[in-house]
T-cell receptor
Framework: ETGVTQTPRHLVMGMTNKKSLKCEQH?????MYWYKQSAKKPLELMFV???????ENNSVPSRFSPECPNSSHLFLHLHTLQPEDSALYLC???????????FGPGTRLTVL | SQQGEEDPQALSIQEGENATMNCSYK?????LQWYRQNSGRGLVHLIL?????REKHSGRLRVTLDTSKKSSSLLITASRAADTASYFC??????????????FGKGTKLTVNP
């Protein structure tokens, strides 16, 4: 266990549903990240939060909406998703000025 | 893009053999990291090598870095079935305001047969 938890671990949703992914860490890290991992593609960075402020939005469609209420929690709100959004969504965190990232186990998302 | 590219894409070996995976990247870096991912799980950090280092060891892992060739290799010695996983290299240009933007390659899928 890396100390980063994600819920739910599996999610199946229709294109009209609204759901949220949750990530939590109590490692004292101040940077948190959302990544998307699709089959046969490199891991894609989606969002970066640093001290609760969004510092990176990697041209992610607006149907993905992140929220970082504090340094320990990160959410990814989903609405009106497409089948091609089906993927493993990984959360990670890191200590300020540390290059090492700690990953959660991921949420396997299937959009029908 | 400074994306890392791992080679080979897949590698199958027998238990006890050594496994070598390579990573190439395109732009200058501050450091390079290797991560491991078991099927359908999160990534686990293995080792970090800085741009001014040429070789680093951690247990059965040996990483080399050749900045002139923009390449790195990960060697796993005396492999075990439990080493079966995907291995990714990740490059960065240094922390920006306290967070680190890493760029990952597609990974090498290693299978170690008992």
């Amino acid at each position: 266990e890396t100390g980063v938890t994600q819920t739910p671990r599996h999610l199946v949703m229709g294109m009209t549903n609204k759901k949220s992914l949750k990530c939590e860490q109590h490692l004292g890290h101040n940077a948190m990240y959302w990544y998307k991992q699709s089959a046969k593609k490199p891991l894609e960075l989606m969002f970066v939060y640093n001290f609760k402020e969004q510092t990176e939005n990697n041209s992610v469609p607006s149907r993905f909406s992140p929220e970082c209420p504090n340094s320990s929690h990160l959410f990814l709100h989903l609405h009106t998703l497409q089948p091609e959004d089906s993927a493993l969504y990984l959360c990670a965190s890191s200590h300020p000025r540390s290059q090492k990232q700690y990953f959660g186990p991921g949420t396997r998302l299937t959009v029908l | 893009s400074q994306q890392g590219e791992e080679d080979p894409q897949a590698l199958s070996i027998q238990e006890g053999e050594n496994a070598t995976m390579n990573c190439s990247y395109k732009t200058s870096i501050n450091n390079l990291q290797w991560y491991r991912q078991n099927s359908g799980r999160g990534l686990v950090h293995l080792i970090l090598i800085r741009s001014n280092e040429r070789e680093k060891h951690s247990g059965r892992l040996r990483v080399t870095l050749d900045t002139s060739k923009k390449s790195s290799s990960l060697l796993i010695t005396a492999s075990r079935a439990a080493d079966t996983a995907s291995y990714f290299c990740a490059t960065d240009k240094g922390a920006q305001g306290g967070s680190e933007k890493l760029v990952f390659g597609k990974g090498t899928k290693l299978t170690v047969n008992p």
